[in-house]
């Protein structure tokens, strides 16, 4: 508008036409909130912060932490996560209930696509992996309304308060001494200070709540995470941006992923198809040794798949295949089929560690990594002859 008084020949200030449209535009009509109290064992409330943390260094962090308060104690806890994805609610939820002594009756959210797919008025659509986990564990989710963050304000309160009193108010050492740091921060707010809206110590009032609070049916390590995913025509399942490997037999059927924090275990039908490493070497790819043959049965690809599975190993691989196909171009096929016999006789870490030397002493030929297996040093001649 001020834009447009311009072109039109106004030459005032702008805070003269602000004022004016302040008058003139009509005020959209503000909706009372009705607050109450939670009773001993009623609610909780958990949702996501982000703040930029200083270090001593003069370097900074984006950090992010899942905050969840009991709403009638208000005591609070704040864990410190990687992303806001369903895991990390699902990890946070049992750090919190575990640091609580038990769950309340019921725990409130907000409507991100990780906790809520969609909506119909009171109708929820919860996420799948997020369902299944509160079923197992015994949690019983509550979504607010879109857009009303002040049926959860107690946690929004803690968000905004762990960000001012903790993260703002201080320069860390490093990631470590914030996290040291934040412990100490949970015995100040929740065993120290009373809180500013009951005027209590949240652990004194949390005496009367913990004999409501019932018990978490999860460990706190251990418990598996099930997600669903369609087996693609490459024969893997993704998860997190890696690829597992699961068998030509299963393209196009649904599997269901078991994730923890160290595997992954593909079930298809009911059945335990293969557990993997949650993060493989190369953290792209992972094939189970047992799973190799069946993955370079295609005679055109053949090649090209054991040099994949070889590539995956290390860096050190990279650099030993890279040399192969440009001094041999003609003869790098039965060079990685060498390396890929190799792979098999021997373990991964040895033929990794070969790899390494190899490339170290900057040595081009199968043959050097399999002398460095069976314990033969290359003599000074063969390293001439390079």
């Known amino acids: 508008?001020?834009?447009?008084?311009?072109?039109?020949?106004?030459?005032?200030?702008?805070?003269?036409?602000?004022?004016?449209?302040?008058?003139?535009?009509?005020?959209?009509?503000?909706?009372?909130?009705?607050?109450?109290?939670?009773?001993?064992?009623?609610?909780?409330?958990?949702?996501?912060?982000?703040?930029?943390?200083?270090?001593?260094?003069?370097?900074?962090?984006?950090?992010?932490?899942?905050?969840?308060?009991?709403?009638?104690?208000?005591?609070?806890?704040?864990?410190?996560?990687?992303?806001?994805?369903?895991?990390?609610?699902?990890?946070?939820?049992?750090?919190?209930?575990?640091?609580?002594?038990?769950?309340?009756?019921?725990?409130?959210?907000?409507?991100?696509?990780?906790?809520?797919?969609?909506?119909?008025?009171?109708r929820v659509k919860w996420n799948d992996t997020f369902s299944r986990f509160c079923a197992e564990a015994g949690v019983v989710p509550r979504a607010t309304w879109p857009r009303r963050p002040q049926e959860k304000g107690a946690v929004e309160n803690v968000v905004g308060y762990v960000k001012s009193s903790f993260f703002k108010a201080h320069v860390f050492e490093d990631r470590a001494d914030m996290e040291t740091r934040l412990e100490e921060w949970h015995r100040r707010v929740n065993d120290d200070r009373p809180s500013r809206a009951t005027g209590e110590i949240p652990r004194v009032r949390h005496l009367l709540e913990k004999p409501q609070l019932r018990t978490l049916r999860v460990e706190q390590i251990g418990f598996r995470l099930r997600y669903t995913r369609i087996v693609r025509t490459d024969c893997f399942v993704e998860f997190g941006n890696v690829r597992y490997y699961v068998g030509e037999r299963f393209i196009g059927a649904e599997a269901t992923l078991h994730v923890d924090r160290d595997q992954i275990q593909a079930w298809v039908a009911g059945r335990l198809i293969a557990t993997h490493p949650r993060k493989p070497?190369?953290?792209?790819?992972?094939?189970?040794?047992?799973?190799?043959?069946?993955?370079?049965?295609?005679?055109?690809?053949?090649?090209?798949?054991?040099?994949?599975?070889?590539?995956?190993?290390?860096?050190?691989?990279?650099?030993?295949?890279?040399?192969?196909?440009?001094?041999?171009?003609?003869?790098?096929?039965?060079?990685?089929?060498?390396?890929?016999?190799?792979?098999?006789?021997?373990?991964?870490?040895?033929?990794?560690?070969?790899?390494?030397?190899?490339?170290?002493?900057?040595?081009?030929?199968?043959?050097?990594?399999?002398?460095?297996?069976?314990?033969?040093?290359?003599?000074?001649?063969?390293?001439?002859?390079?």
């Open 281 to 386: 070497v190369d953290g792209k790819r992972s094939v189970l040794p047992s799973q190799r043959e069946e993955l370079i049965s295609k005679p055109g690809a053949r090649p090209y798949l054991k040099r994949d599975l070889l590539l995956s190993l290390c860096p050190a691989a990279m650099w030993c295949l890279t040399e192969i196909v440009h001094r041999r171009p003609k003869l790098w096929e039965g060079e990685v089929a060498k390396l890929y016999e190799l792979l098999g006789e021997f373990e991964e870490a040895a033929l990794r560690d070969a790899f390494i030397e190899v490339a170290r002493r900057e040595l081009v030929g199968a043959e050097y990594v399999e002398a460095l297996l069976r314990g033969q040093a290359a003599t000074s001649s063969q390293e001439a002859q390079l």
């Open 1 to 122: 508008m001020l834009e447009r008084l311009r072109d039109e020949g106004y030459d005032g200030s702008k805070t003269a036409v602000y004022d004016a449209v302040r008058r003139l535009r009509k005020q959209a009509p503000q909706h009372g909130v009705s607050r109450f109290e939670g009773l001993p064992g009623e609610f909780s409330q958990h949702d996501f912060g982000e703040v930029w943390v200083r270090y001593r260094d003069g370097s900074r962090e984006r950090c992010k932490f899942f905050a969840s308060v009991l709403k009638f104690s208000r005591m609070r806890r704040v864990k410190l996560v990687g992303d806001e994805t369903t895991e990390s609610v699902c990890h946070g939820l049992v750090d919190a209930f575990i640091y609580f002594e038990g769950l309340t009756l019921m725990s409130v959210f907000d409507n991100p696509k990780t906790i809520v797919t969609s909506r119909d008025g009171d």
